[in-house]
Every structure is written in structure tokens, then in C-alpha cells.
């Protein structure tokens, strides 16, 4: 009688737990908001982590891809006051040039990481968090270049309606 007692305990537990996790999974799947960590992710059942590393790197991804475009419009400002001064980089072409090496950087690495050691599920995991903190660290490496000062402190989630992360040129 106690063991069945605990295994019912121990199931509505699991089942909570789960329900838990995936409610706070990817921000309420608010497409809205991307939460900068893949740590919601980790108490999911198999396809459920998939699921929610997958939603997590469609979001970095149109974060990412925010700040690009955000940088092109403020490094377009950039080299019109510049103009006159000289012949300035064109820093639209090389701000390209550089996302795709990054792009290509970024799906070599994930790759590695999804072949290396034992090959199994998990290396498929990591390699989606291998993608998410790699694109998280390019994000602020854009940012930090666009604004040579630290304005837009970034907390736990990112407003992904915003479009201006580039502050206009000076």
C-alpha cells in the first residue's frame, strides 16, 4: 500500500514538475520576449527539450537578426557623416560579410559538437545550445560595437518587438 502511495506521489510529481517547466518554457512561448537562457529546456521530456532549444534559436535567430539590420541602418548613418572626410570603409558590406562567416562559423561549430565523443541524442541538445550561445554572443558583440558605451542593459529577456538596437549615428 505505501509503495503504490509513493508511486503515485512520485508520478503527479514528475507531472507537475513538467507542466512547471514547459509553462515557463521559452518566455510562456511568448513570441515577444526571448528569455536569454536555454535553462527552461532542461527538466522537458525528450521532444519537449527539442521543441523548446528549436523555439529558443527561432528567437535568437530574429534577435540577431534585429541587431544586424538595426547596425546597417546606424553604420549607413555612420559613413554619410563620414563621407566627407575621405574615402570611409563601407561598413554596411563588411557588417554582411562578417554575419555570414559568423553564420557558417556558428553551423560548423554546432556540428562539431553534435558529432563529437559519443555519438546520441544528447550531442543534438547541446549542439542547439552550442547554436543559442554562440548567436547570444554575437549579439553582444554587435551591440557592443554599435554603442560604444553600455546604454541598453540587458536583463533576463529581450523585447523582441524592438527594432532600434543601434543608437543613431553622432
Given at each position: ?29 511568448d513570441p515577444g520576449h526571448l ?122 529577456t529581450v523585447d523582441l518587438t ?9
Amino acid at each position: 500500500m505505501t509503495i503504490n502511495l509513493l508511486k503515485i506521489v512520485f508520478v503527479a510529481a514528475v507531472l507537475t514538475w513538467s507542466s512547471a517547466s514547459y509553462a515557463q518554457y521559452a518566455g510562456d512561448k511568448d513570441p515577444g520576449h526571448l528569455v536569454l537562457s536555454t535553462a527552461m529546456c532542461d527538466y522537458l521530456d525528450t521532444m519537449s527539450i527539442a521543441n523548446c532549444l528549436d523555439d529558443q534559436n527561432k528567437k535568437v535567430d530574429r534577435w540577431l537578426n534585429a541587431i544586424v539590420e538595426s547596425y546597417a541602418r546606424w553604420a549607413t548613418e555612420a559613413m554619410a557623416d563620414l563621407a566627407h572626410g575621405g574615402e570611409p570603409v563601407d561598413q554596411v558590406a563588411q557588417l554582411r560579410a562578417a554575419e555570414a562567416a559568423f553564420k557558417q562559423y556558428r553551423s560548423e561549430a554546432a556540428e562539431l559538437v553534435n558529432v563529437s565523443g559519443l555519438v546520441g541524442s544528447i550531442n543534438k541538445f547541446m549542439a542547439a545550445r552550442t547554436y543559442f550561445d554562440l548567436t547570444i554572443d554575437r549579439a553582444r558583440l554587435l551591440l557592443g560595437t554599435c554603442i560604444s558605451r553600455p546604454i541598453i542593459e540587458l536583463g533576463d529577456t529581450v523585447d523582441l518587438t524592438r527594432v532600434d538596437w543601434c543608437p543613431p549615428a553622432l
